[in-house]
């Protein structure tokens, strides 16, 4: 599909078409594909940071001197508060922030503005649901704008950015990435390089990938170029395919720059893509690469939200005690307590909705692993403790919920 809409971009820079169009074309991607959706995990919450109680005698080393059990009300759920409600502008707009002070802000454009074209400056709309007044975001426009915003922190979970709504967090930062959602256009573009100090956004998106079941992938993705990434897919001889338009693709794993809205996870890449037949796009890589030499400090990791070796406490909930965390870098470990009155058990766990997280992890007393997750286990009353990671593969960072279900 073609449009006479281009933004206004520093002279040099390639545009970056992401659907059908050739690569040089300026013209806006194909739609989304649709795919199915799950539920919204909300219960991100702050890591609470306790003192380290000893954990319970191991039944094994009774001769040894025992330590003493720890305290249940050090190592049982806590009362974990809900995020707070937004604060909103004048208009309505949530203002939001990921990860404030981050090197580099990601600042997703929602109330529109004057932006360049192909036939020069013109007002663009934000974000509006047909029937809602444009001049302002109602109810249904925030939930979409705060959804859309969370998605995107998925996608970005690993990185060190602050995904923001607000054009003052922008102006403050480093560096940022800004891309502009508006329902003047649809699919997107963007810039081959955008991520800097730059005085105008260098892609937009459709606002219907907001509402739609693309689930705002493709407002990663046009960043994603602005982190200088190309398409993810495969080569076939002379053909490129990005993943998303490749007959053999499993629909399972659906990489962010590969269109791949189908998928059932969404995330990032390490293989071939399309600048170039014979190398290979580390797009975790890259990204961080790119954070560190605009944002001008840091490693381009976000720090981690749980420590290793001092576990945090669950949140206690109606379903049972339960926690969401985030494994931001490969080797990344977050440990929990479980302490638990005795029976069988099982530590679920489970990806918000977009996360491409799949997690594993070891229920240990002591140095004493006593079983996995997923999957019943007949444990004495003792505390425990939880220890998560991804199970190693290079598309398994993000996000992650446990959830402790008795049997
Ligand atoms: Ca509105
Ligand atoms: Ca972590
Ligand atoms: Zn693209």
């Known amino acids: 599909?073609?449009?006479?809409?281009?933004?206004?971009?520093?002279?040099?820079?390639?545009?970056?078409?992401?659907?059908?169009?050739?690569?040089?074309?300026?013209?806006?991607d194909a739609n989304a594909?649709?795919?199915?959706?799950?539920?919204?995990?909300?219960?991100?919450?702050p890591s609470a940071q306790d003192a380290s109680p000893s954990v319970a005698t191991d039944a094994t080393s009774r001769a040894d001197a025992e330590p003493a059990p720890a305290p249940s009300g050090e190592v049982g759920p806590i009362e974990c508060p809900a995020r707070p409600a937004p604060t909103l502008d004048a208009t309505g707009l949530p203002l939001l922030e990921s990860n404030p002070g981050a090197p580099v802000a990601l600042y997703l454009d929602f109330n529109g503005g004057t932006y360049g074209s192909s036939s020069g400056p013109r007002n663009y709309s934000g974000y509006n649901r047909p029937g809602s007044s444009s001049a302002t975001f109602d109810a249904t426009e925030q939930a979409d704008i705060?959804?859309?915003?969370?998605?995107?922190?998925r996608y970005y979970a690993m990185f060190d950015v602050n995904v923001t709504t607000s054009d003052d967090v922008r102006r403050a930062s480093n560096a940022w990435g800004w891309i502009l959602v508006t329902e003047d256009a649809s699919g997107g573009s963007a810039s081959l390089d955008g991520i800097g100090r730059n005085a105008n956004a260098k892609a937009y998106c459709g606002a219907a990938s907001v509402r739609d079941a693309d689930r705002s992938r493709r407002i990663a993705h046009e960043l994603g170029h602005n982190f200088t990434l190309e398409h993810s897919g495969v080569w076939e001889g002379s053909t490129f395919y990005k993943w998303e338009d490749w007959p053999?693709?499993?629909?399972?794993?659906?990489?962010?720059?590969?269109?791949?809205?189908?998928?059932?996870?969404?995330?990032?890449?390490?293989?071939?893509?399309?600048?170039?037949?014979?190398?290979e796009q580390d797009e975790i890589r890259i990204i961080r690469d790119r954070i560190v030499?605009?944002?001008g400090r840091g490693d381009g990791w976000h720090a981690d939200d749980f420590a290793t070796a001092t576990p945090a406490r669950l949140c206690a909930s109606a379903t049972g005690p339960t926690r969401s965390g985030v494994i931001e870098r490969f080797g990344d470990e977050d440990s929990f307590w479980l302490d638990w009155s005795g029976g069988t058990v099982t530590i679920a766990t489970s990806a918000p909705e977009v996360s491409s997280a799949i997690v594993e992890g070891d229920v240990m007393q002591g140095a004493n692993r006593l079983g996995g997750f997923d999957q019943p286990l007949s444990l004495p009353r003792g505390v425990y403790v939880l220890r998560v990671r991804s199970r190693g593969d290079y598309t398994e960072l993000g996000a992650y919920s446990l959830r402790v279900v008795p049997q």
């Open 1 to 28: 599909m073609m449009r006479p809409f281009v933004l206004a971009l520093s002279c040099s820079v390639a545009l970056v078409a992401c659907g059908d169009a050739t690569p040089s074309d300026a013209g806006l």
């Open 33 to 45: 594909q649709p795919s199915s959706d799950a539920s919204a995990s909300a219960d991100a919450a």
């Open 146 to 153: 705060v959804r859309s915003w969370e998605h995107v922190t």
């Open 248 to 279: 053999a693709w499993d629909r399972v794993y659906g990489p962010i720059m590969g269109g791949g809205g189908e998928g059932r996870r969404n995330g990032w890449a390490r293989g071939r893509h399309e600048g170039d037949p014979n190398t």
């Open 293 to 295: 030499a605009a944002g």
